[in-house]
């Protein structure tokens, strides 16, 4: 089984382009997210999908936007990239709400924003 | 809101020493989960941490939570080198969906 699956896994942007990052589950699971990793700060969410078609904002959500395409799919858009969006970016997902699943992440997205 | 904070934030150690990291968290949960990230890597589940006095062992590594004082340990005994990572603590908010806040992470470092 691949997991979580993210690409691309490295990417440089100039400042005001734009680009979305892509994250694919095999595990059949419902819930997906995205967080960010920042030095020194943790990991912080930036957005939530319990199912496909629905969405809902962490603690960071400004400056993205998602879209559950189905089940598998969860992506992660940055319409005008900003430097302070420079950072580590990792998708997740989970099977079920029960406390004793846990967090599947993929390998993680380095992004660089010049 | 929900804060989570680890202490320390960087720890230097010997092998075969014990050591303790604290995760302190600021509202009622009785959800906290420990994840293992080394350099470069994605990040690992250690332990779940389902209610009050909750202890789980793996290993080297044993974790506690205590719902009332609002604190997690991730105790390490007879350090090995290969122990040497970045740990994290997590805890969910009220109302589950597993939105966890993460702690700063505690670098971890084990020399020989």
């Known amino acids: 089984n691949a997991g979580v699956t993210q690409t691309p896994k490295f990417q440089v942007l100039k400042t005001g382009q734009s680009m979305t990052l892509q994250c694919a589950q095999d595990m059949n699971h419902n819930s997906m997210y995205w967080y960010r990793q920042d030095p020194g700060m943790g990991l912080r969410l930036i957005y939530y999908?319990?199912?496909?078609?629905?969405?809902d904002k962490g603690e960071v959500p400004n400056g993205y936007n998602v879209s559950r395409l189905n089940k598998r799919e969860f992506s992660l858009r940055l319409e005008s990239a900003a430097p302070s969006q420079t950072s580590v970016y990792f998708c997740?997902?989970?099977?079920?709400?029960?406390?004793?699943?846990?967090?599947?992440f993929g390998a993680g997205s380095r992004l660089t924003v010049l | 809101e929900l804060k989570v904070e680890q202490n320390p934030l960087f720890l230097s150690m010997q092998e075969g020493k014990n050591y303790t990291i604290y995760c302190n968290y600021s509202?009622?949960?009785?959800?906290l989960y420990w994840y293992r990230q080394d350099p470069g890597k994605s990040l690992e589940s250690l332990f779940v941490l389902l209610s009050n006095g909750a202890v789980k062992q793996e290993g080297r590594l044993m974790a506690s939570l205590d719902t009332k004082a609002r604190l997690s340990t991730l105790h390490i005994t007879a350090a090995v080198h290969d122990l040497s990572a970045t740990y994290f603590c997590a805890v969910d908010r009220r109302g589950g969906a597993q939105k966890l806040v993460f702690g700063q992470g505690t670098r971890l470092t084990i020399n020989p």
């Open positions: 509202t009622t949960s009785d959800r």
């Open positions: 997740a997902s989970l099977a079920g709400t029960s406390g004793d699943n846990v967090l599947t």
């Open positions: 999908s319990a199912s496909e078609g629905t969405t």
